[in-house]
C-alpha cells in the first residue's frame, strides 16, 4: 500500500542561547499507510506538533525529508487534498456555522451550500445554523471543527486532540465518525494523548519522546506480551522456583500465591504442574498489554523530570 | 484572489466587532458632535473651528484605529491558531497578509466612512446659510486623503507586526507615523538648503526616501482657511496617493519575505 | 529562491524605487524662493506658482513644497525647523487653542502684565496664523507698548514688530489688513523710511476687502515719501471710484467720502503749484512760489550731561514753534543696523521678542518754541531699557521736511527745497533728501558720569552754538515768537 505520509530523518531544531542547538524532532522515520488510522502519541514537549506542523508546511524542517501524499512537504497542491483540525481551536465568532463552512470552502474555491448543509448534517449540527461560533459548547465547536476538515473531502486528514476536554456522549460521538472517515477511505492522523480512545480506533501508533521515536507499528503487534495471573495455594517452593525460572514472577498474597507468567507460556502446563505437585488453583485471570503499559515502558526509561506541557525543557547537566 | 477576499471578509467582520476600536470610533464621534459648541471659546469664525476640530479628531481617532487595529492582526491570528486552520488550506502566506492588510483597510474604510458622513452632517447643520455641494465635496478631501495615510500606517504597522510583538509595533508604528509627519519638512530643508555639509545633504536624502512621507496628506489647512491653496490639484493628490499606493506595495512585499520564513 | 519571491522580490524593488522617486522627485526641484503667491481673482484663493524663468520639474516631489507650503502655516522664526510642525500632534485643535489663548490673553492686557502677552502672541501666532487681529494686535502691543518713565519707545522692539508684521502678511496675503497694519508701523512709528509704507499700502489696496476710507492714507504716504504727484493721482483714482459708488447709492456716507477725497485732491493741486513743486520739475524758477528763497533754520545744539543718565539738550531753530520737531537718537556707537537717527529696521524676518538688552537705542522729540528748543530727558528711571552697557555713544539731531506738518511744508516744500542751514544742512543721510544732520559724541563716564566725569559736567554742542543772554525758560516764558518764513523775522 501506498505511504499517505512518509519522512526519513526528518529533524527540527532550533537555537538556544544557553543550551545551543535543541532538536525538537530528531531524526524522525514515520510512516504512515493511507486507509489506516494513525496514532501519534507522545508526553507533553515530545514534538507532536513539532511535527504535524512540519507535514502541513506551516513550519520548515531543519534537515531530512518528508512527503505527504507522495509530494514533499509544503507542495501547495497537496493542500488540496489534506485538512487539519488543531487542538483547541478558534474560529471567527461572529460567524455561523454555515459560514465559517462558507469561508473555509472560500479558500478552496468551494461554494456549494448543499455540500455544507450536508456536512452540518454529519456532524449533528444542522439544527443551530443561527447560532454563532461564541454560542457554541466545546462539543459543538470540536464538530464544526471536523466538518471544515471535510469540505475539501480530504484523503488525508490530521487532527490534534480531536476529544479534548469532551464528555463522554462527545467522544463517542467523534470517535464514530472517525471511524466512518476510514471507512470512506480517507487516512486519519490522529496525535492524542487519551490512550484508551487510541486504542480503540487507531490500527498503527508511534510514540514519540524527547523528539525521538521509541515505538512504532501495528496495535495488535506492539501491544503483544501480554501476562496470565494464576493464583495458587499449597504448593511446594521447589516447583516455585522452578517456575521462576521459567519467567514466572511470584509474589504472595494474603490468599495464595500469584504466579504471574507470559502470554505466550502455556498456562494449561502451570497448572498441570501444580496440580501434580497437589496445589490448589484458586484462579486464572488473562491480563492483556493495555497500550498505557506500552507507553509507559517506553517512555519511562528516557524521561529524567517532569516536562510542562508543550514547551521543551533543557536538561540540565 | 478568492482566498485573498474571503480573509479580507473576515477580517472586517472581526474588525468591526472588536470592542476597543468601537470604544474609539465612539469617543471619536462623540468629540465630533461637540465640536460645533466650541466655537464659543475661541475668537475664531465657528466654521474654522468646526472644520479645523472635526478634521483634527477624525485624523487622530483614524491613527488610533489603524494602529490598534494592525498590530494585533497577525499575533492573535497565530495566538488562537485560527492561522493554521487557514495556512493547513492550498492558501499562500502572501494571499494571507494581503487579505488581511486589505481587510483592515476595508474596516477602516467604513470607520472613516461612518465619521465622514457625521462631519458633513454636522457641517450641513451648521451652515444654516451657506449649504452647497462644492463646499461638502471640499471638505471631503481632508478624510480622503487621511484614509491613504492611515491605509499606509496600516501597511507599516502589519510589516512590522510579522517581526515584532504587538506592544513594541504600538510604539515603533506610532513613533514613525509622528517622525513621518514632523521630520519630513526638516529634513527637506536640509536637502534644499544649500548651506547643509554633503553628508548632511545625503543623509537627509537618505533618510527621506526611506521614512515615509505622512506629512503630504495633512491638506486640513487649504481646507480649512481660505487663502491657500494647492497649485495643482489633480496633479498633487495623484503624486501623493501614487506615492502612499507604492510604499504600501513596498511594505506589504517586505512583510510577506520576513513572514514567508516565519515560523508560526 | 523560488519564482514567486523572485517576483515579489522585482515588485518590491519596483515599488521602492517608485516611492523614492515621487517623494524626491525628478529634474530640477525648486525651492521654496522659486515660488510667488498669486491670488486667482474668481476664487480668491492664493497659489504658489513658479516664478518666471524657473522650469517645472520632470516629476514633483512630495518632499518638496506642496508638503512644505500646505504644512500649517509659515514662522518668521529662523531655525530649521518650524515649530508648528512639532505641534501638528494638535491636529485640527490649533485654531480652537490659539483661539482660547488669545481670550486669555486678553485680561493679561487688562492688568497691565505685557510681559506675559509676548510669549503668548508668539505662541497663538505659530498655531494659527491666520488668526490676523492677534498678528496686528501683537504688532501694536510689541511696537507701542514698552515705554519708559517718560512714555519713550523702547525701540529696540521695533524690528520684532516689523517681522511680526511681515510673517502676518505672508500668512494672509488675500487680506489688506496685515499689509496695512504693517505699513502704519513705518507711517507713524518709524516716521521714516517712508518708500516701505507706501509700498505695504499699495499692497494693501490690492485687496478686495480692504476698508475705503483708509485708502487715503496711501495719498499721504506718497507725500511723505516725497510723491505729491502720485499722491494726487491716488486721490483722483480713489475720487473716481468714490463717485462711481455714490452714483450707484446716493447714501450720505458716500457722498460723504466723495466730497473728502475732492478736498483732499484739490488741496494737493494747490499744494503742488504753491510749494514750487510743478515749477521746480518742469524747470521754471520757482522764485514766485513759497518755497523759494529757502529759510536758513539756524540749527544749532548744546547737551549737557546734567547727571547720570540726564540729558539737557538746548538749541536754536529758527522754525515757527507748533509742529516743528528735532529728533533726537541718542545711541551706542555700533549699535548693529544703525544708520544716521536711525536703524536697518527691518534687516530680520525674524520675530525675536527678546532683543539684546546690552544694547541702547533713545528716541524722543525735541519741541521747539521762540525758537529755540530746551529739553530734559531723563533716562535714569529706566536703567534696563537704557543700559549704556557700551563705552561710545552718539548723539544725532536729525530733522527731515517729510514729516512736517503742511503749514511748515508749505514752505519747506516735500523735498526741502524751501529750507537751508548754513552749516547743518545733508543731502547724504537721506540719499536725495535735503535734511538736517548733526552728530555729537559722548562716552559712557560722561553718561553715567564716572570717573574722571564724576565732578566734572560733560557739554556737547555744535560749534555754531552760542550761549543766550538770558537763560531760556520755555515753561514759563509767556510770549510766542512766531517768524515769518520767508524774512526769518
Known amino acids: 500500500m501506498a505511504a499517505a505520509i512518509e519522512t526519513k530523518k526528518l529533524t527540527k531544531s532550533y537555537k538556544s542561547r544557553t543550551a545551543g542547538k535543541i532538536n525538537v524532532v530528531e531524526a524522525l522515520d514515520l510512516h504512515v499507510e493511507e486507509g489506516e488510522i494513525f496514532g501519534f502519541l507522545g508526553p507533553n514537549g515530545a514534538g507532536k506538533t513539532t511535527t504535524i506542523k512540519m507535514l502541513l508546511g506551516i513550519i520548515y524542517p531543519t534537515s531530512g525529508e518528508g512527503y505527504v501524499l507522495g509530494k514533499e512537504i509544503g507542495d501547495m497542491a497537496v493542500h488540496r487534498l489534506i485538512s487539519y483540525l488543531p487542538e483547541r481551536p478558534y474560529y471567527y465568532e461572529h460567524m455561523t456555522g454555515p459560514e465559517i463552512l462558507k469561508f473555509y470552502g472560500s479558500l478552496f474555491g468551494i461554494n456549494d451550500p448543499a455540500r455544507f448543509q450536508s456536512l452540518l448534517e454529519r456532524v449533528n449540527l444542522h439544527r443551530d445554523t443561527t447560532k454563532t461560533i461564541s454560542q457554541y459548547s466545546k462539543g459543538m465547536q470540536q464538530r464544526i471543527g471536523l466538518a471544515q476538515s471535510l469540505i475539501n473531502d480530504p484523503k488525508l486528514l490530521f487532527l490534534d486532540e480531536p476529544t479534548g476536554g469532551l464528555d463522554p456522549i462527545a467522544h463517542r460521538e467523534i470517535r464514530d465518525l472517525i471511524l466512518s472517515f476510514r471507512d470512506e477511505g480517507r487516512t486519519v492522523f490522529i496525535s492524542s494523548h487519551e490512550l484508551s480512545e487510541v486504542e480503540l480506533i487507531c490500527d498503527r501508533v508511534a510514540i514519540i519522546n524527547k523528539g525521538v521515536i521509541e515505538a512504532q507499528g501495528k496495535l495488535t503487534e506492539l501491544l503483544k506480551g501480554g501476562r496470565i495471573e494464576i493464583t495458587v495455594d499449597s504448593v511446594p517452593e521447589s516447583l516455585l522456583s522452578d517456575l521462576r525460572i521459567h519467567d514466572a514472577n511470584v509474589r504472595n498474597l494474603p490468599n495464595g500465591i500469584l504466579l504471574d507468567v507470559p502470554e505466550e507460556a502455556d498456562p494449561n502446563s502451570v497448572i498441570d504442574a501444580v496440580r501434580n505437585a497437589k496445589g490448589n488453583v484458586i484462579s486464572v485471570v488473562p491480563r492483556r498489554k493495555r497500550l498505557e503499559d506500552l507507553f509507559v515502558e517506553t517512555i519511562k526509561p528516557r524521561s529524567s523530570g517532569m516536562m510542562e506541557g508543550g514547551t521543551v525543557q533543557e536538561k540540565t547537566q | ?264 | 529562491m523560488t519564482p514567486l519571491h523572485s517576483r515579489m522580490l522585482a515588485i518590491g524593488a519596483a515599488a521602492f524605487i517608485t516611492q523614492a522617486v515621487l517623494q524626491n522627485g525628478v529634474g530640477s526641484q525648486p525651492t521654496p524662493k522659486d515660488f510667488t503667491s498669486v491670488t486667482d481673482e474668481k476664487s480668491g484663493k492664493t497659489f504658489k506658482a513658479l516664478k518666471k524663468g524657473v522650469s517645472n520639474p520632470l516629476i514633483w516631489g512630495t518632499s518638496s513644497h506642496y508638503a512644505v507650503d500646505f504644512a500649517p502655516g509659515k514662522s518668521g522664526v529662523s531655525s530649521g525647523l518650524s515649530p508648528d510642525q512639532l505641534l501638528f500632534v494638535l491636529g485640527g485643535f490649533r485654531e480652537l487653542i490659539a483661539g482660547i489663548l488669545w481670550v486669555k490673553a486678553d485680561s493679561f492686557f487688562d492688568s497691565g502684565n505685557y510681559d506675559a502677552i509676548l510669549p503668548l502672541i508668539r505662541l497663538v501666532t505659530i498655531l494659527d496664523p491666520h488668526q490676523i487681529d492677534v498678528y496686528a494686535t501683537g504688532m501694536w502691543h510689541i511696537g507701542y507698548n514698552f515705554t519708559d518713565e517718560e512714555q519713550r519707545s523702547d525701540r529696540r522692539y521695533i524690528p520684532a514688530a516689523l517681522a511680526l508684521g511681515k510673517e502676518g502678511y505672508q500668512n494672509n496675503p488675500t487680506t489688506y489688513e496685515m499689509y496695512f497694519e504693517t505699513g502704519w508701523m513705518w507711517y507713524h512709528k518709524i516716521d521714516d523710511d517712508y518708500e516701505h509704507a507706501v509700498n505695504l499700502f499699495v499692497e494693501a489696496q490690492k485687496r478686495a476687502d480692504m476698508i475705503p476710507a483708509r485708502k487715503n492714507l496711501l495719498a499721504m504716504a506718497y507725500q511723505r515719501d516725497g510723491k505729491p504727484e502720485e499722491a494726487l493721482n491716488t486721490y483722483l483714482r480713489l475720487y473716481d471710484a468714490a463717485d462711481k459708488v455714490y452714483k450707484a447709492e446716493e447714501s450720505f456716507g458716500a457722498h460723504q467720502n466723495r466730497d473728502t477725497i475732492e478736498s483732499n485732491a484739490d488741496t494737493t493741486l494747490v499744494r503742488l503749484v504753491q510749494r514750487g513743486w510743478i515749477a521746480g520739475k518742469e524747470g521754471r524758477s520757482t522764485a514766485p512760489y513759497d518755497n523759494s528763497p529757502p529759510f536758513d533754520v539756524g540749527f544749532s545744539a548744546k547737551v549737557t550731561v546734567t547727571g547720570p543718565r540726564e540729558l539737557n539738550v538746548q538749541g536754536t531753530w529758527g522754525v515757527q514753534p507748533v509742529g516743528s520737531r528735532i529728533r533726537i537718537v541718542l545711541r551706542d556707537a555700533d549699535y548693529p543696523g544703525a544708520k544716521p537717527a536711525g536703524l536697518d529696521w527691518d534687516s530680520s524676518s525674524s520675530v525675536n521678542l527678546e532683543p539684546d538688552k546690552g544694547l541702547t537705542f533713545m528716541q524722543d522729540g525735541l519741541f521747539v518754541k521762540n525758537r529755540r528748543f530746551n529739553r530734559k530727558l531723563d533716562m535714569s528711571r529706566d536703567p534696563t531699557m537704557y543700559p549704556f552697557a557700551k563705552d561710545k555713544y552718539v548723539v544725532e539731531l536729525y530733522y527731515n521736511p517729510r514729516s512736517a506738518p503742511p503749514h511748515i511744508q508749505d514752505k519747506f516744500s516735500w523735498d526741502g527745497s524751501g529750507m537751508t542751514d548754513k552749516n547743518y544742512l545733508n543731502t547724504e543721510v537721506r540719499k536725495g533728501q535735503r535734511v538736517i544732520y548733526a552728530k555729537l559724541e559722548l562716552t559712557k563716564d560722561q553718561i553715567l558720569r564716572r570717573g574722571e566725569w564724576a565732578d566734572r559736567t560733560p557739554v556737547i554742542k555744535t560749534p555754531n552754538y552760542i550761549e543766550p543772554k538770558n537763560q531760556y525758560d520755555p515753561d514759563n516764558d509767556t510770549v510766542i515768537d512766531i517768524p515769518s518764513l520767508r524774512s526769518g523775522k
Open chain 2, 1 to 264: 484572489m478568492r482566498p485573498i477576499l474571503a480573509i479580507a471578509g473576515t477580517t472586517v467582520g472581526e474588525a468591526i466587532r472588536r470592542k476597543v476600536l468601537l470604544i474609539i470610533l465612539l469617543i471619536g464621534l462623540v468629540f465630533m458632535f461637540v465640536a460645533p459648541g466650541l466655537g464659543v471659546l475661541s475668537t475664531r469664525s465657528e466654521t474654522t473651528v468646526l472644520k479645523s476640530v472635526m478634521l483634527g479628531i477624525i485624523q487622530l481617532t483614524a491613527a488610533v484605529i489603524a494602529i490598534v487595529l494592525t498590530v494585533y492582526m497577525i499575533p492573535n491570528e497565530v495566538e488562537r491558531r485560527t492561522i493554521y486552520t487557514i495556512l493547513s488550506k492550498p492558501v499562500q502566506r502572501w494571499q494571507f497578509l494581503v487579505g488581511k492588510y486589505l481587510g483592515a483597510v476595508a474596516a477602516l474604510g467604513l470607520m472613516m466612512g461612518l465619521m465622514s458622513i457625521v462631519l458633513v452632517g454636522v457641517f450641513l447643520v451648521q451652515q444654516e446659510q451657506n449649504r452647497n455641494v462644492t463646499a461638502v465635496t471640499e471638505l471631503l478631501k481632508g478624510p480622503i486623503m487621511y484614509f491613504v495615510q492611515m491605509s499606509l500606517l496600516a501597511a507599516l504597522a502589519i510589516f512590522f507586526s510579522t517581526f515584532v510583538s504587538p506592544l513594541v509595533n504600538f510604539f515603533l508604528s506610532g513613533g514613525i507615523y509622528l517622525l513621518g509627519t514632523v521630520f519630513n519638512p526638516f529634513f527637506t530643508t536640509m536637502q534644499e538648503n544649500p548651506n547643509t555639509p554633503w553628508i548632511a545633504n545625503k543623509f537627509a536624502t537618505l533618510v527621506n526616501i526611506i521614512l515615509p512621507n505622512f506629512a503630504s496628506y495633512n491638506i486640513q489647512n487649504t481646507l480649512i482657511n481660505s487663502g491657500p491653496a494647492i497649485q495643482n490639484e489633480s496633479l498633487y493628490y495623484i503624486q501623493t496617493i501614487g506615492y502612499g499606493v507604492a510604499y504600501i506595495i513596498g511594505l506589504l512585499i517586505a512583510g510577506i519575505v520576513v513572514f514567508d520564513r516565519k515560523e508560526v
